[in-house]
């Protein structure tokens, strides 16, 4: 399978979201007016039996508050999400909300095309909750040309952090102690890191538990960010170093961590640590077959313990915090509500949203299903699913603090954290010359764009394809 570059070019995705028409409307509500059916369009990692019944609870207890108004929502696969989405909006399909990544569906490189949304005076005016929420934090983080422009899904405390995931059953085969000590002097990836999680990895292998192996797709989105932060859209290309107050642009495809990550990888395809013919674990959605002894999240704490931002299960995994160092950008690159131009409704979008914002049974529902039927209450505070019926990612829709979890605290062994950092506002790369001189420099090396570079798969062309684009910069 052949490494994926995925670039949204901008008349496509312009064309595709600057058309709208009515949708689906998923049922009658309790009164006799018509009723305002907003779409939201969310990626699933398949399709589930309980989907309507779960759409229809939510729109039960919307119209408690707001009974004029339902939620049509749209579930596109996650492997098709971009493409498909693109395509329906260019047929004329509404849409009022549509989930966003800058990796799945690029949209902060678009801000001056009214393509999206500005939406500082909405939010003010119409969504008291969203408005409050992020006045708690520096606002800063949610503007492009000092305007703001989406809505971060996830609450959290000052940004995502990276984890290593594990098999529960293996963390004797890991020094934690050791791995923790490195992450915490606020390194980058290290020999020293590396050396840990070898050691794991060999011990591993003797004792006859490599499994199917490193789940690379995963991977390699963690390592090579470790004190780092990734402009917009250069996905570990160019970025700025988290120990760097001035946030000074970095070349991170040369820098030392980041080669010694690639060159790691191919140690481990040449150990049979990466298994050439393993699919990778998200096309085979959240009951896969395959079961990695190596993979990543980004994820942040919240009341009930850790929300792993689009991660397939929990169950069974412990997470090792890799990063002392919060990732503030990663906040709206991993998930985060855009509002296309084009959408007629965007009062009671934000109405909706912020409704989310208040009350996380809205999350719990949406993200779990119903309890008691799909998911209970566990011990530690978390969700603990009881039914394949309905599976849904986590961290796709904005909720309050309270909103439940399927990573209870006993499952991670975090970092010390540092203080979280603040940004003098969104950097928008490509408007310096700096920038543009190093993506020029970057395309003709190496013949690419440098948008969302992603390893699909765990094979051996994969490693030596990206290792080639390295060593040519």
């Known amino acids: 399978m052949k490494r994926v570059l995925k670039l949204l070019c901008l008349p496509l995705l312009a064309a595709a979201l600057l058309t709208g028409c009515g949708g689906e409307k998923p049922g009658s509500a309790a009164n006799s007016r018509p009723l305002e059916t907003l779409v939201w369009y969310l990626p699933t990692a398949g399709s589930y039996k309980a989907s309507a019944e779960v759409s229809a609870a939510v729109n039960d207890r919307l119209q408690l508050t707001y009974p004029d108004i339902a939620i049509d929502f749209k579930f596109i696969s996650i492997y098709e999400y971009a493409e498909k989405l693109s395509v329906y909006l260019a047929a004329g399909e509404q849409a009022d909300i549509v989930w966003a990544s800058d990796s799945v569906l690029p949209f902060l490189n678009y801000p001056s095309e009214n393509v999206y949304k500005f939406l500082d005076a909405p939010i003010r005016t119409g969504a008291p909750n969203i408005n409050e929420r992020l006045s708690l934090d520096d606002r800063s983080l949610y503007k492009i040309y000092d305007r703001m422009y989406f809505i971060p899904a996830a609450d959290h405390s000052g940004g995502l952090i990276p984890f290593l995931k594990i098999p529960r059953e293996l963390l004797p085969l890991i020094d934690t102690d050791a791995l923790l000590d490195v992450v915490n002097s606020g ?56 120990s760097d107050d001035t946030g000074d642009a970095v070349d991170m495809l040369s820098a030392p961590s980041t080669r010694l990550c690639y060159d790691t990888y191919s140690k481990w395809m040449q150990k049979g640590y990466i298994k050439e013919n393993t699919p990778i674990t998200y096309r085979s959605g959240f009951d896969t077959e395959y079961s990695y002894i190596l993979s990543g999240a980004w994820g942040c704490e919240t009341e009930n313990g850790y929300s792993m931002i689009m991660d397939k299960t929990g169950d069974g995994f412990a997470y090792i915090a890799l990063d002392c160092r919060y990732h503030p950008t990663q906040l709206f690159t991993q998930s985060a509500a855009i509002l296309p131009a084009d959408g007629e409704h965007t ?59 399927s990573v209870g605290a006993d499952s991670v062994y975090p970092a010390k954290m540092r203080a979280p950092q603040s940004f003098a506002g969104m950097k928008i790369p490509s408007s310096t010359k700096e920038f543009r001189r190093m993506l020029f420099d970057y395309t003709d090396a190496c013949g690419v764009a440098p948008y969302s570079v992603s390893l699909p798969d765990n094979s051996g062309s994969d490693i030596g394809e990206l290792t080639d684009i390295y060593n040519a910069s």
């Open 187 to 242: 390194t980058q990836a290290s020999a020293e890191l590396f050396d840990i999680i070898n050691t794991y990895l060999s011990k591993a292998a003797s004792a006859g538990e490599l499994r199917d192996g490193i789940e690379l797709a995963a991977v390699s989105g963690i390592f090579p960010m470790i004190g780092y932060e990734p402009f917009i859209s250069t996905d570990g290309l160019i970025g700025c170093s988290l």
């Open 347 to 405: 009062e009671s979008a934000l109405k909706v949203l912020d409704l989310f914002y208040s009350d996380s049974e809205f999350y719990n529902l949406l993200t779990f299903g119903l309890e008691g039927t799909h998911y209970t209450r566990g011990e530690n505070g978390t969700a603990v699913r009881i039914s394949g019926e309905y599976r849904a990612f986590e961290g796709l829709v904005p909720h309050g603090g309270s909103a439940l979890s």
